[in-house]
C-alpha cells in the first residue's frame, strides 16, 4: 500500500536508491550508480512537508518511493525508486499516480520530471505513462535552475530532457 513516509522510513529509502542505482552500470553509468543518495536530512525535509510516500509491503517495509517537489507551480517528481527485488509489479506506475492526484488535489496542472533520455527504465517508460517532452524554451525559472544544477553535477553527460503531463488523467 502507498502511505506517506515517515522518519523510520528514510534509511530504507536511502538503501533502495543505492539498491536501484546498480542498474546504471550495465549502461556504463558508473557515476550515476554510485551517486550518493539524498541524506537523511534531504529526506526529512519531503517527510515533514508530507511530499514523500512509500509503497510499503505485507509488513510494513518500503520497497519503493516517490519524492515531489513544488516546481514553477507544477508537481515535480525529484525522485521515484523502486527496489529492483519489487520491479515490474506497477509499483513506479501507482507512486506517479499517487504524486499527480496530490498536485491535482493542490490546484497543480502538471505533473513534471527531469530524466535520462535514453535509458530505457527512464523517458522511453515515463513515455507510456503519458508523459511528453518539455521543450526547453518552456521551462519556468525553477525548472531550468533544477536543470542547469544538474548539468553542474555531470549528469548531462547523458542527454537529458524535461517532461510532463497533466495532472488530471484525459476525461476528467
Ligand atoms: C523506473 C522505475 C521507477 C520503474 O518502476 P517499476 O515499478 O519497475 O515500473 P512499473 O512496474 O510501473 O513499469 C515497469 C515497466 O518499466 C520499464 N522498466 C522497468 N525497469 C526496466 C529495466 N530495467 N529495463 C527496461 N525497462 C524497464 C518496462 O517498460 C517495464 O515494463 P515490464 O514490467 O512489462 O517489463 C524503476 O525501474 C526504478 O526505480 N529504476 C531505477 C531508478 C530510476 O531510474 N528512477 C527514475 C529516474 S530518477
Redo the contacts with the bound molecule.
Keep these: 500500500m502507498i502511505r506517506l513516509a515517515r522518519v523510520e522510513d528514510l534509511p530504507l529509502l536511502q538503501d533502495?536508491?543505492r539498491a536501484?542505482?546498480e542498474?546504471?552500470r550495465g549502461l556504463g553509468m558508473d557515476s550515476v550508480a554510485d551517486d550518493d543518495p539524498a541524506s537523511l536530512d534531504e529526506l526529512q525535509v519531503y517527510a515533514a512537508a508530507s511530499r514523500a510516500w512509500v509503497y510499503a509491503d505485507g509488513l510494513d517495509f518500503p520497497v519503493?518511493y516517490v519524492l515531489v517537489d513544488v516546481v514553477d507551480g507544477n508537481a515535480h517528481?525529484e525522485?521515484?525508486?523502486?527496489?529492483?527485488d519489487?520491479?515490474?509489479?506497477?509499483?513506479?506506475?501507482?507512486?506517479?499516480h499517487a504524486a499527480r492526484i496530490w498536485g491535482r488535489g493542490h490546484g497543480m496542472q502538471r505533473q513534471t520530471?527531469s530524466?535520462?533520455r535514453d535509458?530505457?527504465?527512464?523517458a522511453?517508460?515515463y513515455r507510456?505513462?503519458g508523459f511528453e517532452e518539455l521543450d526547453a524554451g518552456t521551462w519556468g525559472p525553477q525548472l531550468t535552475r533544477l536543470m542547469e544544477h544538474e548539468a553542474e553535477l555531470g549528469l548531462t553527460r547523458w542527454p537529458r530532457l524535461a517532461m510532463w503531463r497533466p495532472t488530471a488523467p484525459p476525461g476528467h
Design positions: 533502495i536508491e536501484a542505482g542498474a546504471f519503493a517528481v525522485q521515484v525508486t523502486v527496489h529492483p519489487a520491479a515490474h509489479q506497477g509499483l513506479g506506475r501507482e507512486l506517479l520530471l530524466t535520462f535509458v530505457p527504465w527512464n522511453p517508460y507510456r505513462l
